[in-house]
């Protein structure tokens, strides 16, 4: 894999989140400079101080910066990602992204960049196949957007269905794929 590339790590509020702390090691051991950007809603499930100490950078979450930043946030995390990665990916960040909403500042780094946009999908299985998310991930697809699809396994209601998060492994491989 290609050493020194810039990926934004978008963070969203899945129960899969403690994935990502796993997939950050592993984007990191391969070379990758991650930067995590994290939901407002993630952070009610893990502290941004986890993910601060696995990528050694400062990790984002507000659409406006602290008041000693100069730099427009959103646009200069979105001109320095090589790929924006999105994992997990929640429906309501897919829905976001597919209608324009730009709401956070997730949403306005992947409007802005002009990078590859990997999403990889956690949620319950009927969220996941609902044909409103279906179609917003139809939508991004025809778009240019690249999906990194769930796989089968015990979802956190305690069923069993579609809707985990993609192995780390598959999620790494993807990433090198495309950068």
Sequence with gaps: MKKNKNIIL??????????????????IERGFLVTVVMTREAEELISPV???SLSGNKVHSGLFGQSDEWEIGHISLAEKADLVLIAPATANII????????????????SATNAQVLFCPAMNENMYKNRITQGNIK??????????EPKQGRLACGRVGVGCLADVEDIVRAVGQLI
């Design 95 to 110: 829905g976001k992204v597919s209608s324009g909403i730009c709401d956070d500042l997730l949403s306005c780094i992947v």
């Design 10 to 27: 978008g963070v969203t509020a899945s129960i899969a989140i403690y994935k990502a702390c796993d997939l950050v090691r592993r984007l």
């Design 50 to 52: 986890v993910f601060q």
């Design 139 to 148: 939508k991004l697809k025809s778009f240019g957007y690249k999906f990194e």
